[in-house]
């Protein structure tokens, strides 16, 4: 402390007054906030030198290249301290706190976090041009050795803590296939790695980038998996979308961009990002024993367990694996994680409306049977409402779009109201003659809607076809 007091008065002819030491969130490095005088710097104390070097070096060739980050103002002989510009205290984790708390984030919120997005392709393409990559720590770039590393922590730390049985040889001939496919569309670009809204201030409306120092060359698609996919962030899917297009608009401003396939790169990475971070979750939770780390699992495994509703054919066995994972009742029901939970059910009338089990009572009863009943008609008595014949059906007739468009604002309100009041359950039940066709469309089609608009639980179940669900 003593050293960057004084850096401080060094760089300042001032006399520090008053330090403060800033929350870390579990970096080892520490900060201070020194003031003396009407001046206000941020002093950190590093434990790596060579992290230290990297931050400093790329905080000055960014500032070169006009991307907003914190001027490091001096720094200490042996590279240990170092003291930096007071962008304040407007981190946009903080900032968006009403919509990750809520599951339902406000257009001001959605805008902050959209420009943070359209900035970062200035710091992976502009960034990168003339930057020496011998300073990125630990590694100059994005390597097969990182990916492995990567994935190995989520195996070992998280997997197999969690009981789940599975065969190593198998699991790792998936990992090496995934691996061969992260490792293409490279590119010169910078790659933040820890690309988050807590890494971003907000400074006279404007974004600024911290924590940059683990960054290297590598591919664009980890850093939006990194800031989207967030675990706790919350970011309801509708939004999701919202975030990459922003991006993929800014994007286009410094190279060609083919959206379709830029999206299938980036649901690799997304798998990739997410499995790290359950790595890390393991280590910090049944390692290290820090238990509200384990209480963000259920966040991840809900970003997995959407993701896995397109299957990842080409590692079937790891596949198989997540799906297992994502069942696991252990990882549904932790006590930090008390969002809203929704309860869809698809019912036949002649064998009774399913009971709340929840105790709650209430909710909502839908009658389908004024809707056009595909299963008097012979050809589709074999289907379901999950089948494509039945589906096409419904829609060309028309009447069930109508009647959806009234549910879902019946019931989004209701969750909106449930949200905000703290409460913990919802059922919402859909009617029809044999629950096989028109109420197991809606049921579908409403799990699908809330879980695009609102960050909460989801089960869904069609009774008459014994089929249950988690969204």
């Known amino acids: ?102 599951g339902e984030y406000s257009s001001y919120e959605c805008r902050l976090l959209c420009q943070a997005m359209e900035m970062l392709p200035k710091i992976q393409f502009r960034g990168a041009v003339g930057v020496d990559w011998s300073v990125c720590y630990p590694e100059p770039a994005f390597n097969e050795r990182m990916v492995m590393f990567d994935l190995n922590y989520f195996k070992y730390c998280f997997l197999k803590a969690t009981g789940l049985e599975f065969n190593e040889v198998r699991l790792q001939e998936d990992f090496e296939r995934l691996k061969d496919d992260l490792m293409q569309d490279m590119g010169d670009t910078f790659m933040y790695r820890d690309f988050q809204a807590r890494n971003v201030m907000v400074k006279d409306g404007n974004p600024y980038f911290i924590d940059f120092q683990g960054g290297r060359k590598g591919p664009i698609y980890y850093d939006v998996a990194s800031f989207v ?154 289907f379901t409402g999950l089948d494509p014949e039945v589906i096409k059906f419904l829609e060309d007739d028309g009447g069930i779009t109508k009647f959806l468009e009234n549910v879902y604002s019946m019931v989004d309100n209701h969750v909106k109201c449930f949200m905000e009041r703290k409460f913990t359950h919802l059922q919402v039940c859909f009617g029809c003659t044999g629950g096989q066709h028109r109420s197991v469309y809606c049921a579908e089609h409403l799990a699908r809607h809330l879980s695009e608009k609102f960050d909460i639980k989801i089960t869904l179940s069609h009774r008459e076809l014994d089929i249950e669900k988690i969204l």
């Open 1 to 102: 402390m003593d050293n960057l007091k004084k850096l401080f008065e060094s760089y300042t002819g001032q006399t520090v007054t008053d330090a403060e030491e800033l929350n870390s969130s579990g970096s080892n490095r520490r900060y201070f906030r020194l003031k003396g005088g009407n001046i206000s710097i941020i002093g950190v104390i590093g434990t790596d030198r060579d992290e230290n070097i990297a931050f400093i070096q790329l905080s000055r060739h960014f500032l070169e290249k006009g991307i907003r980050v914190p001027r490091v103002l001096a720094v200490s002989d042996d590279n240990m301290r170092y003291i930096q510009e007071d962008l304040g205290d407007d981190q946009l984790y903080k900032l968006v706190s009403h919509g990750r708390e809520t």
């Open 229 to 382: 996919w967030q675990a706790r962030a919350r970011y309801p899917e509708k939004l999701r979308k919202e975030l990459v297009q922003a991006y993929l608009t800014a994007l286009k401003g410094y190279v060609k961009v083919d959206e379709a396939h830029f999206h299938e790169r980036l649901r690799l990475f997304v798998l990739f990002r997410t499995l790290q971070v359950l790595g890390a979750y393991g280590f910090r939770g049944y390692f290290e024993k820090k238990p509200h780390f384990l209480a963000s699992v259920p966040y991840a495994l809900s970003n997995l367990r959407r993701l896995l509703q397109k299957p990842f054919s080409d590692y079937p066995y790891l596949n198989e694996i997540l799906t297992k994972l994502t069942t696991m009742a252990q990882f549904n029901n932790i006590a930090e994680d008390k969002r809203l939970e929704v309860g869809i059910f698809s019912f036949a009338y002649k064998k009774g409306i399913p009971v709340d089990n929840s105790g709650n009572g209430g909710g909502f009863v839908f009658d389908c049977r004024a809707i056009n009943n595909p299963g008097k008609y012979e050809h589709y008595r074999q």
